[in-house]
Structure formats: structure tokens, C-alpha cells
């Protein structure tokens, strides 16, 4: 099973693209996001399952993209144990990845979806009080990690 992480909101629809409209926690709606690693040339995305460091330790779980951050070019022999977005097992080591690309995001619907379900996700709307139709904006400043590095285009909207 892929890594995904519970977001708080829904998709709403556009027929071209995929697009998250981020909620508040109380809101009831909620995805699970699955950040892919894209590899050196060709730009596959893996979706990680694990990862096994030089020695043979197991990272697992959202803590492995902060491994990566922090001592991914320390050991370019570490191996990612994945499925690419369509289902299919995959093996690289970190030295075949891009490390400071943006994650392109797939967006589930359950935690328990089959990998090959993910959508890529292209866009993702932030509520604001001020704002009418949707319109290029930064990720606001309460958006961190993970998401913040999402290769999405962000946007704010009103809340209708």
C-alpha cells in the first residue's frame, strides 16, 4: 500500500483538471493525497510504500519524505519501494530521483482505494471570505510540508 495522508477537503469539478477545494476540519469532507518522487529523465512518478536506508532500516509512513529531505544525497544508495500511478510495482534507488522537484500530488477517495485509482491532481482552491471567483494565490501560511511543496497551481475562492 501506497503513503497517503488524510486532507480535509473535497473535489469539485472542472472537466479538464482535478481540483481540491481544502476544508476546514469540521467540514466532513476529506481525500487522501499520495505525493509522488519523480525520477531523473524521464520524470516517471513513483508513489512510495517504503524505504530502505544502506544499512537496511525501514522508514515508512510520512516520515519518509523528510528522510529524503534531510539525507537523501548522504545515501543515493537508498531504495523506494513503490507502485507507479497505474498499479505497477517499482524499485529505484534515491540517486535515480529528482530530490528537490515538487511532489506531483494523486488524490484518493478512501485509504483503503486501490493505488491504481489516484487521480493527478492539478489544482487546489483555498477558501477566502474576500475573494470572488477562484484566482491565482500563494499556498497560505497555515499550508506546510508535504503540501506546500505540491506541484499544484494554488488558488483562493469565495466560499461559494
Request: charged share 20%; glycine share 10%; with cysteine.
Amino acid at each position: 500500500m501506497i503513503i497517503k495522508e488524510l486532507v480535509y477537503g473535497r473535489l469539485v469539478g472542472e472537466a479538464d483538471s482535478t481540483t481540491l477545494r481544502l476544508d476546514a476540519e469540521d467540514a466532513g469532507n476529506h481525500v487522501y493525497l499520495a505525493y509522488a518522487l519523480v525520477t531523473q529523465g524521464p520524470g516517471h512518478h513513483v508513489l512510495p510504500s517504503v524505504l530502505l536506508d544502506d544499512w537496511g532500516n525501514e522508514i515508512a509512513q510520512l516520515r519518509v519524505y523528510d528522510w529524503i529531505k534531510e539525507n537523501g544525497l548522504h545515501f543515493p544508495r537508498a531504495e523506494i519501494f513503490g507502485k507507479s500511478p497505474s498499479g505497477q510495482a517499482v524499485q529505484c534507488f534515491l540517486r535515480d530521483l529528482e530530490l528537490f522537484a515538487q511532489y506531483p500530488v494523486y488524490v484518493f477517495e478512501a485509504d483503503d482505494a486501490p493505488d491504481s485509482s489516484g487521480t493527478l491532481l492539478q489544482a487546489i482552491v483555498v477558501v477566502d471570505e474576500e475573494a470572488g471567483s477562484p484566482e491565482p494565490a500563494p499556498p497560505p501560511g497555515w499550508v506546510g510540508g508535504r503540501l506546500r511543496s505540491a506541484q499544484v497551481e494554488w488558488r483562493r475562492a469565495g466560499p461559494e
